[in-house]
Each structure stands twice: as C-alpha cells, then as structure tokens.
C-alpha cells in the first residue's frame, strides 16, 4: 500500500512545532498553494486599521511588504466580516480595487480569514484565469487558516512567556544586586563604627597604663578621643538619618532662610577642613534669594556635599560655591576639581549603600550615605540635587534646585537697597 | 641591655597606627611604622621587623596583597604577620597566610599577649 503524504497534515504538524512568525508564513504558503492548486498565496496580517502583505508564494509577485487599509482591499473585508469569500472573477467584483489588480496575473481569488471569531489575519489563493472555488478548496484553505490562528497564538503565548520570564530574571538579579549591597554596606558599617573605637580603646589603655601623663599627652589623647567620637556620631547620626527616611520619618521644620546666607555660614563651617586638606574653598557668587527651610537641615546638605568635595579633592584643588536666582529657582552649585566621577557610577551617587570607590584599597571612609541623605532632604524641601561630572579626575558638579518663596516683602526689600545706596562709600 | 624586639605596625588610618606605636613602645617593642602594603613590604626588606601587624584596609596595596607578597618572597616569608583588621571576614579565605587574626577593637594587651605568643616570648607588661 503506498503511503500518501497529505499536504494538510504536514502543514498542520509543522505548524504546532513553529516557534515564530517566519516560520508559521513559510509553512501557510507553501501549503496553501499545494492544497488549493492556485497560482499564488498571500499571507496577510492585521496591523491596526491595515493589511499587512507579510508573505506570499506566486507564480510573479504580488503585494509582499506592502500595507492597505483593511476596506480598501479584500483580505480586509474578510477579516472584518470574519468569513471566506470567494471571487470568480475580479473585474465583476466591487469589493475589488482594480488598479491594484491590473499589475498582476490575478483573475480570480478565494480570501479565508484567521481566527475567525476575531481574525488577526487572511490567506488569499488567486489564480491567473477566472475560477470559482469550490467548497473543498475553501474548506481546506480555511482548515490551514484555523491551524495558523492557532500557532500564531502559540508564537505569541512563546513570546509572552519568554517576557515574562526575562521580567522575572531581571527582578530577581535586582533583588539579589539590592541584597548584595546590603551586606557589603553591613559590612562596611561595621567596619567603619570599629575603626574609631579602636583608636578610642587603645588610648584609654595607654592612659591608664603609663604611670605619669604629660599634659601635652593627655591633650594629644584627647584630641585623638574627641574626633573619634565625633567621627562615630556622624556615623550614628547618618544611619539614623538614611533608617529614617526610609521609613518616611523624617521631617523638616521650614521658615524663610536666605540662602545665600545659609552658604556663607556653610562654607566658614568647612573651611578649617579644606585648610587642613590644601584645598581652597571659596564662594564665588553669593545672590541672596529667599526659600522655605530648615536652616540646621540646609547646613547638613551644604556640609555633606562640600566635605565630599574637599574629601575627593587633591592637595591644591578647588571647591567654588555659588548661589545664584534662575527665574522662579534659586540654585547653588558646588564645584570641585578633585576625584569626578564615572558615567557608570554618575547615575547612582545619590543611591542608598553607593560608593563610587570600593574594594580593600578604598581610600575614602565613611558610609557613602551623605548624598543619600542630601537627596531625602532635598526632597523634603520640595527641591532636587543633581550631579554632574565628565568623568574621573575631571571634578564634579552638585547642582541643588529650590523653589524661590513668594517675596511679601519685596516692597521693603527695594526700600532697603535703595537706603542703603544712599550711605556713602569709604 | 637586650635590643627591643622589632614590631612592624603597618596601619594607614593615622590616629590608630599613632596610639599602637605608643602602646606597643610601652610595652617594651621598638615600632617601625608603614601607611600602606607597599611601605610594609619596604620596611620589612629593610628594617627585618620579627613580626609585622597588618591592617587590611589601606590604599595603593591591602594588607591581603602584601601579606601574599611578603609570603612568596624568599627573605619574608619566615616574618610572622598577625592581622588586625575591623572586618575579619576579609581573611576567612586566607587564614593560613597569618599567624594569628585579631579583630578591631581589639584590647592592647591581647595584641602584646598574641605577639609574645607568635615569638615564643614572655609577656613583658
């Protein structure tokens, strides 16, 4: 008995293993032309208000690539009336756009639909002399139709699985990256909470052992105990700061500040320690435009940024402070010269547990909690802080935004000026 | 007199490597002081301390780095290293490098104590 192959069954068997699109097109159009005989087949998919001609096999070429209104041809009518139909003869047709026709061989055509409860698409056979097709031919025709629908939904649930798993990689590489820099900061903390009460520890013991302390010792040990302590209460202070404002605690008690004021107070603060650093510290252009804030919380976020500057500047570098009025903003910008930053790292300086410098040859202490902090207040103030920076050892750039507060006394203020444009000038 | 027994503290935060050289003075050591692996690895060539105390945490080269170096150098490798560090999880995969690991804080006399051990020598405090 000879084994005939049925073009119907392989199709439908390659199509159940088709993992996309392409390959669901190939298999429609060679089958369809095998079961129907005709002289070309269009595969034609719905995009929106268009067909789609995604893929065809002629006897001369049709409309493969091109797209037309879904009423102005024929696969769109049997999508949009979900049914086959069938055309004799194209010039006795309404429903059949001529001048598209007059290019190609066609002369007669049977149109099925895919998916015909809500059709994504339409296979099309056309012949090069007029021809009716007959129920068998339209009946197989929509039978692939139907196992297309079905493996197109198959590539789409394929896709969709394949997004979601990606989704789900990504948050879970997230999760564990979000982990990972907890447990590097944990470790970090109690690196950093150790160091200066080992300095603490040994000192005490010094003292009490050596039977006779100078007074030039016991100032040295002081000193030494004294910013130890201070370099453990910032420490404390900070994580308290950054637990506090993830729990949303943390508040500010706003009035009207000059911030200009606010700056110079803030760079006299941080002047011994860029002394001490070689660093000049200068304000270079003081406007004085008013906000709402809170001035302790204002000088926590000047002094976090400018001892990050002065900390990431060498010996000789600069650090300028200005504040200036940009329409409705006030801003102050706080640049440096020193240690700049990397575009990979630039994104996340303002992230909680981020340092730009990590590893066992870290130069810098601290948390790296301070522009974490600066951002949580910033926002507090209704404000943003923003970095800058063209890259290592090109400086960096901390820009921070307010809101300028609605001046009542801008009458007096004029009056103010004006009076004092009138006292002579020594 | 007897020389004093050479400690080579290689520390790089100032405050700490200060008090240890006062405290080890103290107790009867001759210090030499280095603020960095690289300055360890130097001091150790040429002042042949009889055992070093290394940080972990320091520029340009760790304690970790220099504790390796020193070990595969003919001359070295004999010193005894004792690592003092603030996060001791740092050597759990190179314990064998040290002859001992004291974590940050750590108690001056438990530092003299775990020399005197390394060097087989009475506690002089």
């Given at each position: 008995m000879?084994?005939?192959?049925?073009?119907?069954?392989?199709?439908?068997?390659?199509?159940?293993?088709?993992?996309?699109?392409?390959?669901?097109?190939?298999?429609?159009?060679?089958?369809?032309?095998?079961?129907?005989?005709?002289?070309?087949?269009?595969?034609?998919?719905?995009?929106?208000?268009?067909?789609?001609?995604?893929?065809?096999?002629?006897?001369?070429?049709?409309?493969?690539?091109?797209?037309?209104?879904?009423?102005?041809?024929?696969?769109?009518?049997?999508?949009?009336?979900?049914?086959?139909?069938?055309?004799?003869?194209?010039?006795?047709?309404?429903?059949?756009?001529?001048?598209?026709?007059?290019?190609?061989?066609?002369?007669?055509?049977?149109?099925v639909p895919v998916r015909r409860e809500d059709p994504i698409g339409a296979i099309g056979a056309y012949w090069a002399r007029p021809h009716a097709a007959s129920a068998d031919e339209v009946g197989v025709l929509q039978s692939l139709a139907d196992a297309a629908a079905l493996a197109l939904h198959n590539v789409q649930l394929d896709a969709d699985l394949q997004d979601a798993l990606r989704l789900e990689r990504q948050a879970r590489s997230s999760a564990e990256e979000a982990s990972r820099l907890k447990d590097d900061f944990l470790a970090l903390l109690s690196h950093e909470l150790r160091t200066p009460l080992h300095v603490i520890n040994n000192w005490l013991w010094q003292l009490k052992q050596s039977k006779d302390n100078s007074v030039g010792m016991l100032a040295r040990a002081l000193d030494v105990i004294e910013r130890n302590t201070a370099l453990q209460s910032r420490l404390v202070d900070d994580l308290l700061d950054v637990s506090r404002a993830a729990a949303g605690k943390l508040s500010i008690d706003s009035k009207l500040v000059d911030l200009g004021a606010t700056c110079e107070a803030a760079v006299e603060i941080a002047l011994p320690a860029a002394r001490e650093k070689k660093v000049a510290l200068e304000l270079t252009r003081a406007e004085h435009p008013r906000i709402w804030g809170d001035p302790d919380r204002l000088q926590q976020v000047l002094w976090n940024v400018l001892s990050n500057a002065i900390k990431f500047s060498p010996a000789g570098g600069q650090v300028a402070v200005s504040v200036v009025r940009d329409g409705s903003r006030a801003v102050i910008e706080i640049r440096d010269n020193g240690a700049g930053v990397t575009a990979e790292f630039l994104p996340h300086m303002f992230d909680r547990f981020r340092q730009g410098e990590m590893g066992m040859t870290r130069r810098q202490g601290g948390l790296g909690l301070g522009l974490t902090i600066v951002r949580e207040l910033m926002t507090l103030h209704g404000g943003t802080a923003t970095a800058e920076s063209a890259g290592p050892q090109q400086g960096t750039t901390i820009r921070l935004e307010f809101a300028i507060a609605e001046e009542p006394q801008a009458q007096s203020e004029v009056l103010g000026q004006a009076l004092r444009s009138k006292v002579p000038v020594h | 007199m007897t020389t004093p027994t050479k400690v080579l503290v290689a520390e790089d935060?100032?405050?700490?490597?200060?008090?240890?050289?006062?405290?080890?003075?103290?107790?009867?050591?001759?210090?030499?002081?280095?603020?960095?692996?690289?300055?360890?690895?130097?001091?150790?060539?040429?002042?042949?301390?009889?055992?070093?105390?290394?940080?972990?945490?320091?520029?340009?080269?760790?304690?970790?780095?220099?504790?390796?170096?020193?070990?595969?150098?003919?001359?070295?490798?004999?010193?005894p290293v004792i690592a003092q560090t603030a996060q001791p999880s740092v050597v759990s995969g190179a314990r064998e490098l040290f002859d001992a690991v004291l974590a940050k804080p750590c108690s001056p006399d438990l530092l003299i104590r775990t020399i005197c051990d390394v060097l087989g020598l009475e506690p002089a405090v």
């Open positions: 000879e084994l005939v192959r049925d073009p119907l069954l392989d199709a439908v068997t390659g199509l159940a293993s088709a993992r996309d699109e392409v390959t669901v097109c190939a298999i429609v159009r060679k089958a369809a032309r095998a079961l129907t005989g005709a002289d070309g087949v269009t595969f034609v998919l719905r995009e929106g208000n268009h067909c789609y001609y995604a893929d065809e096999d002629a006897i001369a070429p049709l409309w493969k690539g091109r797209r037309f209104p879904l009423e102005t041809c024929i696969s769109g009518w049997a999508m949009l009336n979900r049914t086959f139909t069938v055309v004799p003869d194209i010039l006795i047709d309404e429903r059949i756009p001529q001048d598209v026709y007059r290019a190609t061989f066609v002369k007669s055509l049977a149109m | 935060y100032d405050d700490a490597r200060d008090v240890m050289a006062l405290v080890l003075e103290s107790a009867g050591f001759q210090v030499i002081e280095a603020r960095d692996g690289v300055e360890a690895l130097d001091a150790a060539r040429a002042l042949k301390p009889a055992v070093i105390v290394m940080d972990m945490f320091m520029p340009n080269m760790d304690g970790l780095t220099a504790t390796r170096a020193l070990r595969d150098e003919p001359g070295l490798r004999r010193i």
